[in-house]
């Protein structure tokens, strides 16, 4: 083999441009490309670092006899450098060509260790970087075996000056730096796809959070617009019709029918102005957006029984118990469930029915029942939904609660007429 200090001085070279600053350049083009392109760069380098030493190495005195063949340095160090191309897929084997195409280039009085220091280095950084550990070290080992009996055969000795083992021990070190360096790139490769792995996770956990909470909120929104548009809906069409019903006899009632249509029509606009406004707090400038009013609870349930009343409806309203008003969040909760069962009492009991609502505001929960009569001719069998198929109402209803930890049941009494009946207690929060 060549004197180690020409040798050693190479593969310096060659690991310099190998270096993250060369990376960087090439970050913008895509990864096989990006690999293609540092392939050919290497084999350029390598191959006219060969070319520039040949002229002096075999001018050299003390190697006149040895590098004869300059035109076989040059074609030989051309052919090595390409074999580099194949150090991600076959690292072993491109090591164990850099020892013996050294060698054989050698006994044919060509020089090609321009090409083949460096390579041992790179193909060494190869071994560690592209094989798992086990393979990676058995490979390790193999080469450094291949490139001692290389040194050992070679034709061209170290100068007596130099101790015999020197040859060895700097090879040895040379490709075990290069190997590590090799690793240390792997697990650093193997961290950062972990961890971009990672990102991509929580990404998409966070996407799924904001998909649930918004789904959560247009839920949310679904029922208070509902029991808003249900309720008075329902309350206008009952008012329409006993209008209709009395236009001819009574003109006085049906513009007093139209009057209260207009006024449960504009507390209708309301309501849905107040809910609508709650979305656009989050993107209304400080001091702008729609003004909103304070949200119904237990208070608003006489008003709520009194318009129910000029409707028609029959509404017996009794509240009891120390525990003073709920919560704002179940006072909210409880008015809604009044309000939803009242008007499936209007929509399906119809004129003539009777309700009774009775609250207990007890100090840890309050308790709601609703009751009716069935109206004309009985609640059951004249349209409603059986229990086992509740409507968007009932459903609605019972998330409200379950959101408390309450709980709610609802069905129809023996006889005529349904019930409704729910618990939400005051120590949870929505």
Known sequence: MSPSPSRTGSESGAAGGRGSPARRVLAWLPARRRDRVTDALLVLLLAGLNAALVPTWS????????????LGGYLAGCLLAAVMVARRRLPLTVLV???LGGVLAEASGAFVWG????????ASYAVGRHLPLARSLGSLGVGAAVDAAATLASPV???ADIPGATPYVLTLVWMGGAWWVGRLVRMRTYDTAELRERARRLERARDAHVRAVLAEERSRIARE???VVAHHVSVMTVQATAGRRVIHRSPEAAEQALTDIEETGRQALAEMRRVVGVLRMAEAPEGGGAERGPQPGASDL??????LRE???????EVRGEGGDPPPAQGLTLYRVVQESLTNVLKHAGEG?????VVDLGADAVTVEVTDDGGRGGRVGSGARPPEEPGHGLLGMRERVSLFGGRLESGPIEGAGFRVRAEIPHNRTS
């Open 59 to 70: 001018r050299a005195s003390e190697f006149d006899a040895s590098f004869t063949w300059p």
């Open 97 to 99: 060509c850099m020892s």
């Open 115 to 122: 090409v083949a220091g460096p390579g041992i280095a790179v």
């Open 157 to 159: 000795q170290p100068s």
């Open 225 to 227: 617009l509902h029991d």
């Open 302 to 307: 006489g008003a709520l029984a009194a318009h």
């Open 311 to 317: 409707a028609g409806l029959d509404v017996d309203l």
């Open 353 to 357: 029915a009777r309700a009774r609502v």
